[in-house]
């Protein structure tokens, strides 16, 4: 059984329908769940990390187990293919969605502390990845998790423990999306304290719209929750992603209720400089940075064809700000939910920058300066403590 749902949930059903076709034939069920990562499903396949085949401890269930090993052994290592009973390969799958959303909450959780105590989350992410224990993958934060996957299985795990009496258990996995939830509303509401609650007829544009980088899936995308906070707050909110069409968006939206301001597409738009004209307030979701070196028009279509060049050089660096600067009305803020844009020289051209995770302080850089060329220290031992001046400000 080959499924993104636990493969029991089906058993007893294939059973029923196989014994009434087919009585006198032999049957054994495997559990074989795929580990699939959006946007390398090909590569996911053809060097997967691991392999999980499920069977029932029997003779038969060990026949069929070792013939499914022997199929993967063509391409797979002996040593990624395991095999185990089938409640634990069920509840592996579910485990290891479970696992990689906590670690993103884990990150989201850090980055609102960093944001509120004066902290820097790409400096602690840095320090709790170079312990090996623990390891750099998924440590950089960014606007939450979304997709089909991770808040799916972790709510079957949830509905799981409580169903075999493990409600503290459960409560504990369901704050993983929780904190999710929490940190993904954070964001809507951290747009509307730049703007004192005013946004009524504000242009507010999302870059990026997919669920992350590098896929066409906008299912649970971060973004959805931004539109319909903003949106009811009375912002207009414009929308811009080479990688969709203004259909996609447009369905993905009345899907989700959000038909108001949508129903022409009108909002939804095919290049950037449209989508970025009179904006008070830019959020940087899930656009790849290539995105931003294109010519004034250019189609969805082939804009798709130029996110697939690799560039040889950062796009960031190559885009227009002064132009980007001209064509949005003030606050001018920015959002930037992955921290990729160079915030001391945007906030040089007046931009008001916000990033996440990023403390809210900002260094006076001509007295830091001067503290490392004149260090006025005390010495404690071997331990100088430096005096660097700190000012503290409203954003990052």
Known sequence: M???MPSK?????IL?????KQKDAPLEILSNPEFLVGGSAVASVMDPDR????????????TAAKRLQRLYSCWVPAER???TDMRSSELAKLASNAMLAQRVSNVSALSMLCEEFGADVSCVTQVIGADRRIGKSMLRAGPGFGGSCLRKDTMYLVDMAERIGCQKVADYWRSVVTMNEIHMDRLSERVMQRLEGNLTDKVVTILGFTFKEGVVDTRDSPCIPMVKALSSAGARVKIFDPRLTSKQIADTLHSEGLTHGFRNESL???????ACKDASVLIFTSLEEKAFDQ????SPGEHCEQLKMEASRTALSRFDWKRLYASMVKPRMILDCWNRVDFDDLRKLGFVLEGVGRGIYQVDASQSQAALAHPESTTDGDVKTLNVGVTFADSI
Do not use: H
Request: glycine share 6%; aromatic share 16%.
């Open 2 to 4: 080959k499924a993104f």
């Open 9 to 13: 949930l089906y058993y007893q059903r």
């Open 16 to 20: 029923q329908l196989y014994e009434v």
């Open 51 to 62: 392999v999980v085949i499920g069977f029932d401890r029997t003779p038969k269930g060990l």
């Open 81 to 83: 293919i395991i095999t």
């Open 268 to 274: 939804i738009c095919n290049d950037i400089w449209s």
């Open 295 to 298: 010519p004034d028009e250019m």
